[in-house]
Structure formats: C-alpha cells, structure tokens
C-alpha cells in the first residue's frame, strides 16, 4: 500500500508541476510518526515543514504560505544564493485521532498555487486517508476528546478563557448569574453551559424569551394558574417557574419584564415561594435564576424602566460576553466547529473555504456576532453544492461587494503576493492575540513596518478592552 501511496504522490507532483509531496502524520507531542516519501532534507528546511503542517492542524484548515514575503522558505545549497519556494498544506485527520498533513512545494517561478490545485488536494484526501488506516499502526495516536456537536461555547482567546474560569466557579452555586452582551453572542449557549456543568444538571433547564410573550400571558405561563382563575382556565396548570424546580431557569430579554411582574419576581427571589394565578397558598421552590439582556441595564435604571433592588438580587454574579470583533482569535475555532457541524447535518462531505474567502471571513467585523456566523456558514454549504472548497463567490454581498474571485487571473503575481501578505498578517496577528509589538518581533519585522501594512491592506484589528 505504501508503494501505490509513493506512486499517487509523484502523479500529484507532476499534475501540479511542484518540487515536492510529502505526507505527515505527527503525534499528540506533535512528534513526525509516519512520513511518505522519506526524503532527506536541510534542517531548516524540514522546520519550515514541520511549522506549516502544525499550522494546518491546529486551525484545521488549509494554509498557505508564500516565500516570496518571508524568509521562512528559503531554501537552496548555497548560502549566496537562495531559492524562494511556496508551499500549502491541507490537514489530514484519520479516524482514531491520527492527525498531520498534505504538504505540497513548488518554487515561485511555477506560479503561485490556484483553487484548482486545492480542489485536487482536497479530492485525494479520502483515497489517502483510507490508505493511511490500512497501513499504519495507530497506536502511537490519542482518541480525540469527543465534541457535543450542539456545542457552541468554542475559541481560545483571552476572554473566552476567562468566561470559561468564571463559569467553572459559578456552576455549582445557586446565587443568581446575570449575563450581558449584544445580541447573537450565545448568552443562553452559556446559561446552558453552567446549568449542564454544575450539580443541577440532572434537573430541568427551563428558558423563556420575557420579550416574545404578550404581558397578559406571560404571568400565567410563568406562575401557573388554578382551575377557574380566569375564562379559559380549566384545570390546573404549573408554571414554568415549577417545571425548573431543582433545575435552573433562563430569563432572557429580562429588561422587557412589565413592573408588575418586576415586582413578582423580587418576591419569589427573596422568598424562594410561588402562588399560582387564582391560588391562595403558596409553594416552595428550589431554583437557580440565570437572566440575560442586550440592553443597557443600568441607563434602563436611569429611566425607570427596570426596578434597582431587582437588578441587585439578579447581579450577584456577572458574566459579560464580548462581541465577536473583540476577540477574533476565536473566528478560526468557531469556523471550523460549526462546518463540521452542519456538514455533518447535511450529510456531505466535510467543506473547507479558500484561502482567499477565509480571509474575507476573518476581516469583517461581525455585526451580528455568532448567530450570523452560523447563518452565513449554513448559506456557503448550501451554495457550495458538493464542493469541498468553498470559494469567494458563495459568500454574501457583505463580504464580497464585487463578486470577485481569486480563479480569475490566478497566475497575477502582484494580486497574490498582496493577498498572501494580507492572509498572513491577519494569521500571525490571531496567533500573538493582536499585540502588534510580539507579532512584529515574531515575524521579522519592525513595528513601524508591522504598522504600514496594517494600513496598506486597511486591516481591522479588535478594540483593546
């Protein structure tokens, strides 16, 4: 099997007239098990391999690098004179947690590399894998942890990790949790993360949007009512408030509460009783309350449209979620999970943007934070077709105004090289979580000259906090 693997990488090096195919699978150390073909090379060059193949795993997309804009591929035999090459990557994942990488280099005077050459690898990635299963022992590799593919609490930055913290210290409390954010940033992704993560998981997780139900239904649906309460109420009927007993209940949109029920409210935090509509006696409940807005609370206060002490007994415990254009190192991670995600739902095979989309995807600031990441996500697959590349033309007019594409002069060595110092800034940037003096140092450049190519691709960083 290993023979006819050699022989479909040299008919993939001549198809796209490149200098070198390699196979990589590494490790969970991140240490090379298995490499196809074997091929002696320099040291510096095998560490410019091993970083773009490590690249390609951790952010699971393909990556692209191109010599021309960084010393990184320089190779040759001589120290005079040194030869530019580019190279691209597509990750490879096999089935018991193997991972590493589709690497491809060529030199620059061959053209940079086009869709049509991804399309190609990404069409061989099946045949290999299955190659790969059959041929090599597994058992150097970890099982990857299992994902909850309804999860959607992903990323890696700063503040995510810090909301992370605070959730792994709230969870098994009962104070109440108050969470505020722009709408679409998953406040009740993360209600539902500490109710299923602490000790009441095993009761009811209970949600209510305050803002989609009429006033004069929403008491009813929240307290119950008694048979013969009102014209219409024929038997008994529990509210939501009761079905969360010993679980958790989620008040969404909390600010657009009535001050009647405002005032409700108040009584049964400080009381832990409820009396249902048409009731006299009153009932004990063990609950733990979770309120969210998009609103500005305190200027709500101000006006008079929301009770002070209610906000204090709500607040005890304050999650803030940071819009998505803050913290944009976790665009890659969000990306990735909801494709495997809906690819998965779909039925087809797992999808990947281009190059040149991705990094469409990446610049823009997001308005409608998780939520119209998703959908735009959803809209790609569908547009896509079964291509497992998704290209600029199936994004929104939002992203891509001019409907241009990358296929239409693919060999325009100027557009590429701008578009490959633009993905790369955008990349290497994430990577350093946007701190322009690590990212200048880490990079090779000065920060006056970091600082000019900002400006000259017109980059959008994240507001510092």
């Not at 060059?45 to 010599?67: H, L, M, N, T, Y």
């Amino acid at each position: 099997m290993t023979t006819f693997l050699s022989k479909l990488l040299d008919l993939l090096e001549k198809e796209i007239h490149c200098q070198k195919v390699e196979i990589l699978l590494m490790d969970d150390r991140q240490q090379i098990v298995f490499r196809q073909p074997p091929k002696p090379t320099s040291y510096k060059s095998e560490q410019c391999i091993f970083e773009v193949v490590r690249k390609a795993i951790w952010q699971k997309s393909p990556v692209i690098f191109d010599g021309t804009s960084s010393e990184l591929f320089s190779v040759g035999g001589s120290s005079d004179v040194q030869e530019k090459v580019s190279a691209v990557c597509v990750p490879l994942f096999l089935g018991k947690g193997g991972s590493g990488g589709l690497y491809v280099e060529k030199k620059n005077v061959c053209g940079p590399f086009s869709d049509m050459n991804l399309m190609l690898l990404f069409s061989l990635l099946n045949p290999i894998r299955k190659i790969l299963e059959s041929c090599v022992d597994l058992g150097n590799f970890k099982e990857r942890p299992s994902q909850d593919p309804d999860r959607l609490l992903v990323g890696q930055s700063t503040d995510f990790q810090r909301m992370l913290n605070l959730i792994d210290k709230v969870k098994d409390r009962d104070a109440p949790v108050f969470i505020c954010g722009e709408s679409g940033t998953g406040k009740e992704l993360v209600a539902r993360a500490i109710h299923q993560r602490g000790v009441r998981r095993k009761g009811q997780f209970v949600a209510i949007n305050c803002g989609a139900i009429p006033d004069l239904l929403l008491e009813s649906e929240l307290f119950g009512y008694v048979r013969g309460a009102f014209t219409g109420a024929l038997k008994d009927r529990p509210g939501l408030i009761e079905e969360a007993d010993r679980g958790t209940f989620f008040l969404d949109e909390i600010c657009d509460l009535t001050p009647h029920l405002q005032a409700k409210l108040l009584r049964l935090l400080q009381e832990r009783e409820i009396r249902r509509i048409g009731e006299n006696r009153t009932r004990r409940v063990n609950v733990r309350f979770i309120s969210a807005t998009n609103k500005n609370i305190e200027e709500e206060i101000k006006r008079g449209r929301f009770r002070e002490d209610l906000y204090y007994r709500l607040k005890i415990i304050t999650v803030e979620l940071k819009p998505l254009r803050q913290r944009k190192e976790d665009l890659l991670f969000l990306v990735d999970h909801f494709l495997e995600k809906y690819c998965g739902e779909m039925k087809r095979e797992r999808a990947y943007f281009s190059p040149p989309a991705l990094e469409r995807l990446l610049s823009y600031d997001w308005p409608g934070n998780v939520r119209e990441l998703q959908s735009e996500i959803q809209r790609c697959l569908i547009l896509s077709g079964d291509d497992i590349l998704i290209k600029e033309g199936c994004l929104s007019s939002r992203f891509n105004p001019c409907r241009e594409s990358s296929d239409a002069s693919p060999y325009d060595f100027t557009r590429a090289k701008s578009e490959f110092e633009k993905r790369f800034l955008n990349q290497a940037l994430a990577r350093w979580n946007y701190n322009r003096t690590k990212t200048a140092e880490a990079i090779g450049l000065t920060r006056q000259g970091l600082f000019k190519l900002i400006k000259k691709h017109r980059l959008q960083l994240p507001k510092k906090p």
